[in-house]
């Protein structure tokens, strides 16, 4: 519903109109330090516009139109603490979607747009983009340049939707709190089977993979490679301060904690060490052969 006046209401014991403003507005949201207030409305032309208004004076600071994509808006909300401004469009189905996404600490700056809602970091830094069976990491000062992270023979999760006739897939994306790393949960795998399973048990198995069914991988933002994996594991999470991941088994009874940052078991490293000097030896051994076959001669 389009409203022409926006009231700005103080809750107290007895609730004080403190603002009422002729703005055109369909959908707001107030800023997380309460000094501004975003008003947005669809355009006679097709397209959307966002305003942002001062709490204190009531004036306009900025607006910005945008492409709504045949859409409409349905929600504006201020994210990663009010750094990023993200307006919300739908059609007539709730697969028909598009979020748009501005950086808004200074002169807003259009960041992109999605047609699925981006997870964003806590510091404002990334942007997630849930794939089929990872997902695309996005710098926000680069959005041009995304980078895939996909593991492969995963599987995403899927759903069958029977509007479109087809399978739909949602890996679920979560940042840390510090932002240096992305959780990726849901996935599952497709029949690997880890290398020297045959010979090693998994636990002392150096290029062990995750074994069949449901895993959750831990990316690194800045260089962009796995740094964990939990096979079994079906849903995990972040404690507050980061210092501890929990992942739930697949049978759903129990919860494992882990310490942040990871580091590989000590058998893990035990099996790489034992392999490297396998290696090693039968290089020398073999040069040795080699020498007393040339010699010998």
């Given at each position: 519903?389009?409203?022409?006046?926006?009231?700005?209401w103080?809750?107290?014991?007895?609730?004080?109109?403190?603002?009422?403003?002729?703005?055109?507005?369909?959908v707001g949201?107030?800023?997380p330090?309460?000094?501004?207030?975003?008003?947005?409305?669809?355009?006679?032309?097709?397209n959307?516009?966002?305003?942002?208004?001062?709490?204190?004076?009531?004036e306009?600071?900025?607006?910005?139109?945008?492409?709504?994509?045949g859409?409409?808006?349905?929600?504006?909300?201020f994210?990663?603490?009010g750094?990023?401004?993200?307006?919300?469009?739908?059609?007539?189905?709730?697969?028909?979607?598009r979020?748009?996404?501005w950086?808004?600490t200074?002169?807003?700056?259009?960041?992109?747009?999605?047609?699925?809602?981006?997870?964003?970091?806590p510091?404002?830094?990334?942007?997630?983009i849930?794939l089929?069976?990872?997902?695309?990491?996005?710098?926000?000062?680069?959005?041009?340049?995304?980078v895939?992270?996909?593991?492969?023979?995963?599987?995403?999760?899927?759903?069958f939707?029977?509007?479109?006739g087809?399978?739909?897939?949602?890996p679920t994306?979560?940042?840390?709190?510090?932002?240096?790393?992305i959780l990726?949960t849901?996935?599952?795998?497709s029949?690997?089977?880890?290398?020297?399973?045959?010979?090693?048990?998994?636990?002392f198995n150096p290029?062990?993979?995750?074994p069949?069914?449901?895993?959750?991988?831990?990316?690194?933002?800045a260089?962009?490679?796995?740094?964990?994996?939990?096979?079994?594991?079906?849903e995990?999470w972040?404690?507050?301060d980061?210092?501890?991941?929990?992942?739930?088994?697949?049978d759903?009874?129990?919860?494992?904690?882990?310490?942040v940052?990871?580091?590989?078991?000590?058998?893990?490293?035990?099996?790489?060490?034992?392999?490297?000097?396998?290696?090693?030896?039968?290089?020398?051994?073999?040069?040795i052969?080699?020498?007393?076959?040339?010699?010998?001669?």
């Amino acid at each position: 519903v389009t409203v022409n006046e926006v009231l700005c209401w103080k809750l107290d014991q007895v609730p004080v109109l403190t603002k009422q403003l002729p703005i055109t507005a369909s959908v707001g949201a107030f800023s997380p330090d309460l000094t501004s207030f975003a008003a947005a409305d669809d355009l006679p032309d097709g397209n959307g516009q966002i305003a942002m208004w001062d709490m204190m004076t009531g004036e306009k600071r900025w607006s910005v139109t945008f492409n709504e994509h045949g859409l409409y808006l349905h929600s504006i909300s201020f994210i990663a603490n009010g750094k990023i401004l993200s307006a919300d469009c739908l059609g007539n189905s709730e697969l028909d979607r598009r979020t748009t996404l501005w950086d808004v600490t200074s002169t807003p700056k259009e960041i992109g747009s999605f047609l699925d809602k981006p997870t964003v970091s806590p510091d404002a830094a990334w942007l997630a983009i849930p794939l089929d069976s990872g997902a695309k990491l996005i710098r926000v000062s680069a959005p041009e340049s995304g980078v895939d992270l996909i593991v492969n023979g995963d599987l995403g999760p899927s759903a069958f939707v029977p509007v479109i006739g087809a399978m739909v897939v949602w890996p679920t994306l979560s940042f840390s709190p510090d932002s240096k790393m992305i959780l990726v949960t849901g996935l599952g795998r497709s029949g690997h089977k880890p290398f020297l399973d045959d010979w090693l048990p998994q636990k002392f198995n150096p290029f062990r993979g995750s074994p069949d069914g449901r895993v959750v991988r831990v990316w690194d933002t800045a260089s962009r490679r796995e740094v964990a994996a939990f096979g079994q594991s079906s849903e995990a999470w972040f404690s507050p301060d980061g210092q501890v991941l929990a992942t739930l088994r697949k049978d759903r009874k129990a919860i494992d904690l882990w310490k942040v940052p990871f580091r590989p078991s000590l058998w893990h490293a035990l099996g790489w060490t034992v392999i490297v000097w396998l290696i090693v030896v039968s290089i020398c051994w073999l040069g040795i052969k080699i020498r007393r076959k040339m010699f010998s001669r």
